[in-house]
Every structure is written in structure tokens, then in C-alpha cells.
């Protein structure tokens, strides 16, 4: 008897994981690959990490790629057509199955947390977004927007703030703070003025984000200063999904992902503290799962469906 197995992808900025199961959900082998974000790596290192990973997960799973009944894809990016049509076509081709579903990262984190329940995921990596599902399928989002318009609360954005608060304080135009000597010691700078001539890419600025978190640690306010701001930001987007899906009442699920979230009790403290001031009633939690165990999950659900459900 030809085996069914089911694939779940997370595609995401720093890496792409994918897993294999059976129906009943036991995983058969894993996978990583280099970062899929189409928007970092463009379309083709998208599909070579998308490949590479699902290729090693098959293979680790002693699995043919002619057995596969549903793929599930989770990809920052792919709600816009300009990244879902190319990308689409292509996985037809490179993954063939009965089934494929192409969603954004958000959505199989969100699923992997709450599964087919109603709630709101906020990411803060790199970047930043909500995204949220009530009980009627209706989906909600905010941010998301990237490093040049947006991305508040994300590991970008505290980063960029640490250089420039490092900056006003060189210049005497802020408070004094050790983030500029930390800053100088990290990125071998002979003074933070010479940061300017330094072109920091958003992923190398989010990775000052520790450097933030460690002077918060030590006492310094500017600091300390910064983690709180982004909880609050990071809140904000959230509640603004919460208004879109017209949750004003009851006690809606709010999931954190992310490494600011996860990485900063600071900043997470602030961000469920200032979502239960809205929302007295609301559960706000750390995702305890992948993204791509949502997305395996989200490929068996769809798998057990007929007629084929979400089919994209």
C-alpha cells in the first residue's frame, strides 16, 4: 500500500524548516535550510531553501515526493500576488501533491497555538506583525509593513533605536547610556560617529537587539527604556487586529512569537500588561510550537477534508 505523507514548510528570515509526517501526525523526519523570506533572499532563494529543505525532510523520512496528498507552505510574503502566483506555479512543479495550501508565516504560527480557534498572533523578530482569525474564518493583520516604513517593537527597530540613541548622547542631544561604547565594542568602531559609514543591513541592526537587552540588564535606563517602548508598540499591534475583528469584549487568545518576545521578559511583561489593559479578560501566552508544526498540522487537517479544502 503507497504510503500518504503530508509536508509542512515555514519559510522564514533567518531559516526555512520542513517536516514530514503520516496522518496521525508523527513526524518522520526533519529539516533546515538557509532563509526563504522572498523579500530578503528575492523569488529564487526562496524555491532553492523551500527545496532544499523539503528535499532533506523527504529524504530523511524515506519518503518519494509522489506521495505526498497536501503541502502547506507558510511564507512571509505570499497574501501578495506579485510573491503567491510565481510561487505557486512553482511548487506545482517542484513538489507534487494533491493538495497545495499556500499561507503567511503568521498564519501557521497562529495555527500552531490555538489550531482552528479564533485568536491573534504577534511576531517580533526581525520585523514585526499581527495577524488574527475569528470564528467566522475572517482574518485581520497589522504591520508588517518593513524595515523602511515600519516594523515597530521588532528586533530592527530596537536596534536602530539603540544606534541613535547612542548617537544623541555622543552629540550631547540625550541622555548618557553604555549602549554607545557597546555598540563600538561589538561592531570595532573607534566611536559610535563612525557607525554612519557602516552599512548595517535590517537583519545585522535586529542583531544588536541582545547588546539592548543586556545594558537593560545592567541598569541602563535608555535601555531599559527602549524594551519597554517596544512592549508597548508590540501591544499596539496586536489590539489593533482585536478592534479589527470587533473583539472590544470577551477574552480572545493572544499568542507571542518571535525572539523579542521570547528572548526579553521585559518587553513581553509590558506587551501582556498593556493588552489585558484593554483586554482584562484575555489570555495572552508565548507559543509553546513551531511554525512548522502549524503548518504539518494545518496540511493533515486540510488532507482529512473532501472535497479538498483551501486548495490555492
Not at 515555514?10 to 526555512?16: A, L, Q, Y
Not at 532563494?45 to 509522489?66: E, N
Not at 541598569?219 to 512592549?231: F, N, P, W
Request: proline share 4%; hydrophobic share 40%.
Amino acid at each position: 500500500m503507497r504510503k500518504i505523507c503530508f509536508l509542512g514548510i515555514e519559510g522564514g528570515g533567518t531559516r526555512t524548516r520542513a517536516a514530514v509526517s503520516g496522518p496521525e501526525g508523527r513526524i518522520l523526519g526533519r529539516a533546515e535550510a538557509g532563509p526563504s523570506n522572498p523579500f530578503k533572499v528575492g523569488l529564487d532563494g526562496a524555491k532553492r531553501a523551500i527545496q532544499g529543505a523539503s528535499r532533506d525532510a523527504l529524504r530523511r523520512a524515506g519518503i518519494r515526493k509522489g506521495a505526498l496528498d497536501t503541502v502547506c507552505l507558510g511564507l512571509s510574503g505570499i497574501d501578495r500576488p506579485a510573491i503567491r502566483n510565481p510561487l505557486g506555479q512553482w511548487i506545482r512543479r517542484a513538489l507534487p501533491a494533491r493538495r497545495h495550501l499556500l499561507e503567511t508565516d503568521a498564519a501557521i504560527s497562529l495555527y500552531a497555538a490555538v489550531g482552528e480557534n479564533p485568536g491573534v498572533l504577534v511576531v517580533a523578530g526581525t520585523g514585526s506583525i499581527a495577524y488574527g482569525r475569528d470564528t467566522r474564518g475572517r482574518r485581520g493583520r497589522a504591520g508588517g509593513w518593513g524595515s523602511a516604513y515600519d516594523d515597530a517593537g521588532s528586533g530592527f527597530d530596537v536596534g536602530r533605536k539603540a544606534i541613535l540613541a547612542a548617537l544623541h548622547a555622543f552629540d550631547d542631544r540625550g541622555p548618557k547610556t553604555t549602549l554607545g561604547s557597546r555598540l563600538c565594542r561589538r561592531l570595532r568602531l573607534r566611536d559610535i560617529s563612525h557607525i554612519v559609514n557602516r552599512p548595517l543591513s535590517a537583519t545585522e541592526i535586529a542583531s544588536l537587539f541582545p547588546l539592548v537587552t543586556a545594558a537593560a540588564q545592567q541598569g541602563d535606563r535608555v535601555a531599559q527604556r527602549l524594551l519597554q517602548e517596544a512592549g508597548v508598540e508590540l501591544a499596539e499591534l496586536g489590539l489593533a487586529v482585536v478592534r479589527q475583528l470587533g473583539w472590544s469584549r470577551g477574552d480572545p487568545t493572544v499568542v507571542a512569537s518571535g525572539g523579542v518576545l521570547r528572548e526579553s521578559a521585559v518587553v513581553y511583561r509590558r506587551f501582556r500588561r498593556e493588552i489585558r489593559k484593554q483586554l482584562a479578560n484575555a489570555r495572552v501566552m508565548r507559543l509553546g510550537r513551531s511554525g512548522v508544526e502549524g503548518a504539518l498540522r494545518m496540511a493533515i487537517e486540510a488532507g482529512s477534508s473532501s472535497p479538498p479544502r483551501g486548495q490555492k
